[in-house]
């Protein structure tokens, strides 16, 4: 059985028979010290916190904070049917899967937007590059054609439901 070492601190407590008690009581047995110590606090500075972010747009924040903090983004500000659902979901606490849900479906509504933004702006989009066909083409060939076929199925029913309808 091996010996333990123990340090003077892990005797004097009692603890010395459990298996690496106080072993980083001492530094001299870990390497990595001299790089684990806790950065310097900045000194001298003018503010205790940084001043408030301007507010120019509507900000989504979680129930959990009582107030924006100083910093925020302001990349995709909440607009459309999915700023709608986004409102919803921010109704809900982040502990709450309807949050995270809704905000996952927002996601998915606001792509369908940008796309017909861009067709309004006359860019015609490129979804095959862009949603990766290439790639998918070529390392996952099996799962391509399944969703192409998947896809040709669910227009092709869409068509003949609406050819039916049509001819009534």
């Given amino acids: 059985m091996e010996t333990q070492q123990t340090t003077p ?3 004097h407590n009692g603890h010395a ?3 690496g008690w106080g072993a980083d009581l001492d530094h001299e047995n870990r390497p990595a010290y ?3 110590r806790t950065p310097p606090r900045l000194d001298g500075l003018h503010w205790h916190e940084p001043d408030q972010q301007p507010i120019d747009q509507e900000i989504l924040h979680s129930t959990e904070r009582p107030g924006l903090t100083p910093v925020f983004g302001t990349s995709v500000p909440p607009s459309g049917l999915s700023g709608v659902i986004r409102r919803s979901a921010f109704k809900y606490s982040e502990n709450d899967m309807r949050h995270w849900l809704m905000l996952l479906f ?3 509504i606001n792509m369908v937007e940008g796309l017909g933004d861009d067709l309004m702006k006359g860019h015609v989009p ?3 590059a862009e949603m990766g066909w290439k790639s ?6 099996a799962g391509a054609i399944k969703k192409v076929a998947v896809a040709s199925a669910v227009v092709g029913l869409g068509y003949y439901l609406l050819k039916q309808r049509k001819n009534r």
């Fill in 126 to 128: 490129n979804i095959f």
């Fill in 34 to 36: 001299p790089k684990e």
């Fill in 136 to 141: 998918e083409w070529k390392y996952n060939r």
């Fill in 9 to 11: 601190a892990a005797k």
């Fill in 106 to 108: 927002a996601d998915r």
């Fill in 17 to 19: 028979h459990i298996q």
